[in-house]
């Protein structure tokens, strides 16, 4: 966790389809299996339901719906990532979960002009790493977009 | 010494006798002349200077010695009370609570001397009498203190007489003032020495204060006992100085005509507490005490009657003969099988009255929120110049702790607004020939599962033609929807956000502030709230609350594959549907049951689940709200079962139709019903 660097940031790299991403390790609580959802009526779209964590409700998020992907089916990839935001926990399914990734503020890009499916308030960024690029998420503003449908 | 750990006791008991100050000092605004009210108020704001006193806060002691200088001069009749003078008293009150509020805050008592309530005390003092007490405040304290030993204390009727018999027998009536030493620290088992001692000699007919108060240590370095003896006084006298750190003693004898005092006898024991080592239990490491117990001052507490932890301290009993019986189960027995099952059953019951019994310790009376009102009610009234009568009735009706604490600021806000925009003022209601004073009746009841409190007044009431049309104007809902409306549903517009911030309303109305806030906070205590009016007769605000929050009983139901919950304080019966039995009122789907015509809801489709071909026969579960009842069709029954209610979280919080989720035993997550905003 300490970090020597000032500008060095870890990020949690996922994978939905062949895409990576990365959300900010400080955001994330635990990752867990697939787990049985309950699903909420009247819920916004993207939201799965509710699950049980040790006792606690948490809402849980399909990362997948809320990009606009195909749905899929759950494989013994399929990971819930938890992450907590102002307090509040929610579960994000995601395909895959691949590693843990540091990255140099510097060797993050603005992609403002990226067309493509997600939102550019959904990104802060990509970051290049080796021989893969990784799409930096802002979860403040997915969670609450995912809620606000 | 060693103050910080009594400084919670210490905000408790401050807020208690300030609101025992604040109710007596109403009863006397209405009875000037009741002596026994002056008594008292005077005894709780000496207990508060020589509490605040102990405690070190120095400026709370000076207020409240000024506020006891005023009531002394009530008390000896050279002041007569007016509305003015209750004022001020009040606002004394306030800034004493103030300083409690302080003290809970930051452990210390801020540095606002209120130096211009204490002149409006000494102003009072001036006009109103001949000053009696000119010394500088807080030292004359000894002066009066002496001056108080030498009358003797009024007693309540049934122990005049006691007394008066007694005497006529022959018998000795002595009231002893004991005076203990101002560093003893067990007081009450100085004075519960002293009292054994006595009983020894005669019968203790009164003491102040009370035994109770004696027993919780609620009084300062000296009390006062009525014995009932065949000895004389010397006797007693030395028996009692007999006791460590006792530090002097006066016996006055009552005669048959109480106020005549026969003899008076003084004794001063000196310097008596360095004789006896009881000082040195003062820890030395009282100081770093001190500093560590800063932050604990807020903690929520609540006081319980013992009968009720004598009935936990029984149930843990049962638990652990539970226990031992599991523990000692041999598995290869022939009846392992039924004595296990025994146990379970056993550990059942025990688990169900150990949580019937928590939830009993948690829980208060409404009267701790109640109590608060009559000051409240009478300040509005003043302010609005509108006579009112605040009835209450229920008080002792009990809640949860967490639902106490947050109702006060709803019931507030309804009883202002009763009392503003309900009751009409005096002219008007003597032109329509109303009495006079206008009644706000505050009742709180069980009614079932919940507790139901209700504000009602008898003043103009609700115009809710005038509501529809001011909801039409502002967009809220279209004119077709204004006339489709019941008036129930045109009630329910003013607990809309969108009516609150409209001050127009009451110009029509009379309603609309904040009542969308009242409701929201209702809400969020799992309770709803309603309103009934009648045009020139008054209105009626109906709020239920939940009577606990966590553990409910409830039916399990399941719906295709999901599993609900529905409350069982909200289900009236389970029926049999037919499928011919479903019938179409005004494009309504209804069933009636026992003639009772019941409109029903399909749970499918309110739950976003696919519809169904009706069964020849389903089930329907009949709930009810108030006095409405609705069928829901369900596809199956689970059972009864005890479920915690877990808050779904920010993020869901605003679906309406599900109250909160609970984990059932599989570690399944199953959705609880609101049944409110379903039916």
Do not use: A, K, P, R
């Given at each position: 966790m300490e970090n020597t660097v000032d500008s060095m940031t870890q990020y949690i790299v996922f994978r939905l389809d062949e895409q990576s991403y990365g959300i900010d390790i400080q955001n994330v609580q635990t990752i867990e299996r697939m787990k049985a959802v309950m699903r909420v009526p009247k819920a916004p779209y993207c939201v799965k339901g509710v699950m049980n964590l040790r006792g606690e409700i948490i809402p849980v998020v399909s990362l997948r719906d809320q990009f606009g992907l195909e749905k899929i089916d759950y494989t013994d990839k399929t990971r819930i990532i938890i992450v907590k935001i102002e307090d509040a926990m929610v579960g994000i399914i995601v395909d895959e979960v691949k590693e843990v990734i540091e990255i140099e503020e510097t060797e993050v890009e603005n992609v403002q002009n990226i067309q493509g499916k997600i939102k550019t308030s959904h990104i802060l960024g990509v970051g290049k790493v080796v021989d893969n690029i990784v799409t930096l998420l802002n979860l403040p503003n997915i969670i609450e977009e995912a809620f606000d449908n | 010494m060693e103050v910080s750990q009594y400084l919670n006791m210490f905000i408790e008991e401050s807020k208690d006798n300030l609101q025992r100050l604040n109710e007596n000092l109403l009863k006397l605004e209405n009875n000037p002349d009741d002596i026994q009210i002056l008594n008292e108020i005077f005894r709780v704001a000496h207990t508060l200077k020589g509490m605040a006193g102990t405690m070190g806060f120095v400026r709370m002691q000076k207020l409240t010695h000024n506020i006891e200088n005023v009531l002394s001069d009530i008390r000896s009749g050279s002041i007569k009370i007016n509305s003015d003078m209750v004022d001020t008293l009040f606002m004394c009150l306030d800034a004493l609570e103030n300083y409690v509020e302080e003290i809970v805050n930051t452990s210390s008592e801020g540095t606002d001397d209120h130096n211009d309530l204490i002149e409006n005390l000494a102003e009072i003092i001036k006009s109103k009498g001949e000053v009696t007490h000119t010394e500088t405040p807080v030292v004359d304290q000894e002066t009066k203190e002496e001056k108080t030993a030498g009358n003797l204390i009024e007693l309540p009727d049934t122990q005049k007489l006691v007394k008066n018999n007694a005497i006529e027998m022959g018998m000795n009536v002595f009231q002893i003032k004991v005076d203990l030493s101002p560093n003893c620290v067990l007081k009450s088992a100085r004075a519960f020495v002293i009292f054994t001692d006595l009983e020894r000699f005669g019968e203790?007919?009164?003491?102040i204060p009370s035994t109770q108060d004696i027993e919780d240590e609620k009084f300062e370095n000296d009390f006062t006992v009525v014995v009932v003896t065949k000895e004389i006084k010397e006797k007693l006298e030395q028996v009692i100085m007999s006791v460590s750190e006792v530090e002097g003693v006066t016996i006055e004898a009552f005669a048959k005509d109480h106020d005549a005092k026969i003899e008076e006898v003084a004794l001063k024991k000196e310097e008596q507490a360095e004789a006896h080592p009881t000082a040195s239990v003062t820890p030395a490491n009282s100081e770093t005490n001190n500093s560590s117990n800063n932050k604990q001052v807020s903690n929520k507490t609540v006081r319980v009657n013992i009968d009720r932890l004598d009935t936990l301290m029984n149930l843990v009993s049962e638990l652990i003969i539970v226990k031992t019986q599991l523990e000692g189960?041999?598995?290869?027995?022939?009846?392992a099988n039924t004595n296990y099952n025994d146990s379970v059953e056993y550990l059942e019951r025990v688990t169900t009255n150990l949580h019937d019994a928590v939830m009993k310790v948690r829980m208060v009376p409404v009267e701790i929120v109640f109590n608060r009102f009559p000051r409240m009610i009478r300040d509005i009234s003043r302010k609005l110049g509108k006579d009112i009568d605040l009835v209450m009735s229920g008080e002792e009706t009990e809640l949860d702790r967490t639902v106490i604490d947050e109702i006060g600021d709803p019931l507030i806000h309804l009883l202002r607004n009763a009392a503003d925009h309900g009751l009409e003022t005096i002219e008007e209601r003597a032109t329509i020939g109303k009495p006079r004073k206008g009644t706000i009746k505050l009742q709180a009841y069980q009614d079932g599962n919940s507790v139901v409190i209700e504000v009602e007044d008898d003043g103009k009431g609700i115009n809710v033609q005038a509501i529809k049309n001011k909801a039409v104007q502002k967009g809220t809902i279209t004119k077709e929807e204004a006339d489709a409306m019941n008036e129930q549903e045109a009630l329910d517009l003013l607990f809309r956000p969108s009516f609150s911030t409209a001050e127009k309303i009451s110009d029509l109305s009379g309603r609309g502030v904040g009542l969308d806030v009242v409701k929201s906070k209702i809400t969020e205590l799992g309770g709803h709230v309603e309103v009934q009016t009648e045009l020139g007769k008054g209105s009626k605000f109906i709020v239920r609350l939940p009577l606990t929050l966590a553990i409910i009983q409830a039916l399990m139901i399941s719906i295709g594959d999901e599993k609900y919950a529905i409350p069982l304080s909200n289900i009236q019966n389970i029926e049999d549907v037919r499928k011919e039995d479903i019938k179409l009122v005004q494009n309504q789907e209804v069933i009636m049951v026992r003639n009772e015509i019941i409109p029903i809801v399909r749970l499918h489709s309110v739950l976003g689940l696919p519809e169904q071909e009706d069964k020849d026969l389903m089930m329907g579960v009949i709930v009810k709200k108030g006095e409405r009842q609705v069928g829901f069709i369900i596809d199956s029954l689970i059972g009864q079962q005890e479920i915690v209610i877990k808050s779904l979280g920010k993020y869901l919080s605003g679906i309406d139709i599900i109250a909160g989720a609970t984990i059932l035993g599989n570690g399944e997550v199953a959705l609880i019903l609101d049944i409110n905003s379903l039916i």
């Open positions: - | 203790i007919i009164h003491c189960l041999n598995v290869t027995s022939q009846d």
